[in-house]
């Protein structure tokens, strides 16, 4: 079984950037397909950004350009580097991991942009 957990969430005023980073623990973290979601209030969740295991990458049109799916070097920490934030973005972001046989949801963290 496998634990993600999200990170990285705050405050940050329209124009600004965060991080998100999405930590596995549980098993060997190899991936078919890691991604991050979000979920504004009233609203269906949606998919922000996919990674798959070899390296591509898909962006939802609304942050294309601004937001940046990656892995650290160990496989084991998937990030989310949003720039330009505008109050659109605000949010639950999800991490959200398909593996060979399971599929797993982070709790989320909040992000709220706004002056």
């Known amino acids: 079984q496998v634990q993600l957990v999200e990170s990285g969430g705050g405050l940050v005023q329209p124009g600004g950037s965060l991080r998100l980073s999405c930590a596995a623990s549980?098993?060997?973290?190899?991936?078919?397909?890691m991604s991050w979601y979000r979920q504004a209030s009233g609203k269906e969740r949606e998919l922000v950004a996919a990674l798959t295991s070899l390296g591509y990458t898909n962006y939802a049109d609304s942050v294309k350009g601004r937001f940046t799916i990656s892995r650290d070097n160990a496989e084991n920490t998937v990030y989310l580097q949003m720039n330009s934030l505008k109050p659109e973005d605000t949010a639950v972001y999800y991490c959200y991991g398909v593996f060979t046989s399971s599929s797993y949801w982070g709790q989320g963290t909040q992000v709220t942009v706004s002056s």
């Open positions: 549980g098993s060997i973290f190899r991936f078919n397909l």
